[in-house]
């Protein structure tokens, strides 16, 4: 495998990134545009979500081919072209595998509904009459995981919209399918892969009611989760490339075996525990503050129990599926530059790879939409509607979509202060947010203060100190409520990293011997170059790096 630890991932979500021919639609040509920006931040491979040809009703995560480019984002010719370029200017591209599950417009399942056995064997029909369905499991997106098709007597399963239909990757003939999408992509020069919500591939061969939860227990982690991953791999030898897992509601044991690379499966994974701290009973749709006792516990847990397994994170607060950050655990009013700085160093730092997601490097915020018709996602339409069910008002529903919607990452990139942020010409197909004219790449490109130039010396940085990359990782400072802190040490080399969580000033210890540290990085632009040597007083979201 290669050495991944001085790599950086920038994640881009085609749709909204950049619109080229004016459709309101963000494509490939439009990314094409945009890699000397890219190449300039100094990221290493960029995550494409998916664009292939979909109905589009989960944005692309419901595949009807998995070896077509969807015409809204371009050609294959297009797509050839950025790989090309990509790989002039040293980076690589990550494709996004989405394998759980097909679109119900995939050919396969377009088979099964004709009667086709074969193909109905390609994913999890079961016999029942249409007034029970085979479990009482939860689809993720809201409403029963089963759907009953009438022509056939028969349910299907859908952990996700009813228009994404499960795989049953207990087939041999599935797995060497999905194996072949593999070898296209890698023969065309793609540099890595993504395995969407891959942890909930192996299902369960017993199907019986959760008497306790949505279902979730019996399909997350599945029996033979670990065989699938080792024979893709091995049969397709993408281990010579880089490879992440997105994995839902996983376990600390479960990863370190998933990333280890004695166990030749992925080179890393994504868990969402340290993005549920602000979840009321573990539940996304009811609102609470952020627990970051909680925070800094979970990151103590996962950075040392990867680092003792020999496993690897992925280092990542954004993606397409959550809120922006600095509007989440930061104050993107009174201390945007400075939390959003500190939220980025704070994980940059910690071990493991570096995911950004397009627009985090400039502080992009949530859009405060004030309309249901403002949203596109169809998890937050489901939900609104469940929530309404639920006796809440309109404007209750409202308030937690405005924290907890998809959409709130997925609105357009912000370039510049133009009418649609030059993104687009025409309207954007989701609502670009209000506040493009103050927050835009534009303005910060030529800004060393700039959220923007902080992201750069942190990739900088990373590639500049082996210690960043491959230092051991010990977290101190536990009871103290306020303050991330811990350290990396690297041969004689040695860094102290502080995270002030909160608006207010707060306070970290210091030990005697760091008397003699310089200090490496701060986010205020003024920061006492003389630390006193008996406490350090943080400001407000302030992130200080200490250097032996
Ligand atoms: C993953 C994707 C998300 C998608 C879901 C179903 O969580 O990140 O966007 O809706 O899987 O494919």
């Known amino acids: 495998m290669t050495d991944l630890g001085n790599k950086v991932v920038y994640q881009i979500y085609p749709k909204s990134f950049r619109d080229s021919n004016g459709d309101g639609f963000g494509d490939i040509p439009g990314v094409i545009e945009k890699l000397d920006y890219l190449a300039g931040l100094g990221v290493d491979y960029l995550w494409l979500t998916p664009f292939f040809l979909s109905p589009q009703k989960d944005n692309g995560y419901d595949v009807a081919d998995y070896r077509r480019i969807d015409p809204k984002f371009g050609t294959m010719e297009d797509l050839e072209s950025l790989i090309l370029q990509c790989e002039k200017r040293g980076m690589g591209i990550m494709l996004d595998m989405v394998f759980n599950h097909t679109s119900t417009a995939h050919e396969w399942f377009q088979k099964a509904l004709e009667g086709n056995e074969k193909y109905q064997e390609y994913y999890y029909f079961k016999d029942g009459s249409q007034e029970y369905a085979p479990t009482n499991w939860q689809s993720k997106f809201g409403g029963s995981a089963w759907e009953y098709v009438p022509g056939l007597n028969k349910w299907y399963l859908h952990l996700f919209d009813v228009t994404q239909a499960d795989l049953n990757w207990g087939n041999r003939q599935v797995r060497e399918e999905l194996k072949e999408i593999i070898r296209f992509w890698k023969d065309k020069g ?28 019996f399909y997350t982690d599945g029996p033979h989760i670990h065989e699938y991953l080792k024979e893709l791999v091995k049969d397709t030898e993408i281990d010579a490339l880089i490879t992440v897992g997105e994995m839902s509601s996983t376990s600390l044991e479960h990863c370190v075996r998933y990333s280890s690379p004695k166990e030749k499966e992925l080179s890393m994974c994504f868990n969402f525990h340290h993005l549920k701290v602000d979840y009321k009973d573990g539940n996304k749709w009811e609102l609470m503050e952020p627990d970051f006792p909680a925070l800094k516990t979970l990151f103590r847990q996962w950075q040392t ?36 700085k500190m939220l980025a160093g704070m994980i940059h730092l910690m071990q493991g790879t570096p995911y950004i997601y397009q627009g985090e490097e400039i502080g992009m915020t949530n859009p405060h939409y004030t309309s249901i018709q403002q949203y596109r996602d169809v998890e937050s339409l489901n939900y609104y509607k469940i929530l309404l069910e639920q006796n809440k008002t309109s404007e209750e529903a409202l308030e937690i979509l405005g924290a907890r919607s998809r959409d709130n990452s997925r609105t357009p990139m912000q370039w510049t202060d133009e009418i649609y942020g030059g993104f687009s010409k025409s309207e954007p197909w989701l609502p670009i947010s209000d506040n493009c004219g103050k927050i835009n790449v534009k303005a910060q490109q030529d800004d060393s203060t700039s959220i923007l130039s902080f992201y750069k010396k942190l990739i900088a940085l990373r590639k500049e100190k082996e210690i960043i990359s491959k230092g051991r990782i010990t977290f101190f400072a536990q009871d103290n409520e306020d303050v991330m802190a811990y350290k990396r040490n690297w041969e004689e080399q040695e860094l102290i990293i502080f995270c002030n969580l909160r608006g207010e000033n707060s306070s970290a210890g210091i030990q005697p011997e760091w008397n003699t540290y310089r200090k490496l990085l701060g986010n205020y632009d003024s920061s006492p170059e003389i630390i006193d040597l008996h406490d350090i007083s943080l400001r407000p979201y302030e992130i200080i790096v200490l250097e032996k």
Do not use: T
Request: hydrophobic share 35%; aromatic share 14%; charged share 35%.
């Open 305 to 340: 129990g990867m680092q003792e397994g020999g496993g690897w994170n992925a280092l990542f607060w954004c993606n397409h599926d959550q809120p922006r950050i600095v509007s989440r655990f930061g104050d993107e009013e009174k201390y945007w530059k400075e939390s959003a």
């Open 190 to 217: 793609i540099k890595g892969f993504r395995f969407d919500v891959v942890n909930l591939i192996s299902k369960p061969e017993i199907w019986e009611d959760d008497l306790e939860g949505d279902g979730r227990r």
